[in-house]
């Protein structure tokens, strides 16, 4: 779906970076996150997306791995969660 940013000039460059790390993520492309980081750094304009590229730098290797595999805890993480929930 595309959205009307004619309207809304600003929202142009992080529309693309959004949709940039979608599609990684949804077609298992990590080894793409260093140029993603990269250009996601140096968009000065945008602090928050600045951030989270640099967080997702502190363990680039797991980062990449996880947008690589369609393995994932998700399951783990809610029996964990549920298991917390019971305790409480």
Do not use: K, Y
């Not at 250009?39 to 502190?58: C, G, K, M, N, V």
């Amino acid at each position: 779906m595309s959205l009307p940013l004619a309207n809304c000039p600003e929202l142009t460059a992080p529309a693309e970076h959004v949709r940039s790390f979608a599609h990684m993520l949804t077609h298992l492309q990590g080894e793409e996150l260093p140029a993603w980081i990269e250009a996601a750094t140096a968009t000065t304009e945008l602090p928050s997306l600045r951030h989270f590229a640099q967080h997702l730098e502190r363990d680039l290797d797991a980062v990449i791995t996880a947008l690589s595999h369609p393995w994932n805890s998700g399951v783990v993480e809610g029996q964990v969660n549920r298991i917390t929930m019971i305790e409480e």
